[in-house]
């Protein structure tokens, strides 16, 4: 068992409700929630497996499915985890951080990303 996060220690109760309520309300004022899953989709290749450690509530996820990739995401908060599976993203409750060190996982981590040298080359075009 790792030491608890951040996100359960320096919260208040009810919290998870609050964060996926805030960016549903900000989705239904019209606000632009993409731009991480705009950036990610630029360094990807078309049909991605991606593995989104750390979910939340789906808004990355569920973006990136809607462009055309494969996503799985994982969140230890079951809120959020619940929040996630509306926007239609598979996710699983559970921490990564306490998860065995295997095969299964190694390989779930890495499927996730292009080779190296292309992904420094999609970086460096998208950052310049």
Excluded at 72 to 100: N, Q, W, Y
């Amino acid at each position: 068992m790792t030491d608890p996060t951040r996100w359960t220690t320096e919260t208040d109760d009810g919290h998870s409700e609050w964060y996926a309520e805030h960016f549903r309300t900000l989705r239904a004022d019209g606000a632009d929630l993409d731009g991480e899953a705009r950036f990610v989709d630029a360094l990807l290749p078309r049909g991605a497996h991606v593995l989104d450690a750390g979910c939340g509530q789906g808004r990355t996820g569920a973006a990136l499915l809607a462009r055309g990739h494969d996503v799985v995401g994982a969140d230890a908060d079951p809120v959020l985890i619940a929040a996630a599976r509306v926007v239609s993203i598979f996710s699983a409750c559970h921490d990564l951080a306490d998860a065995p060190s295997d095969d299964t996982i190694r390989n779930a981590l890495f499927a996730t990303l292009p080779d190296i040298a292309e992904l420094e080359k999609r970086l460096n075009r998208s950052l310049c």
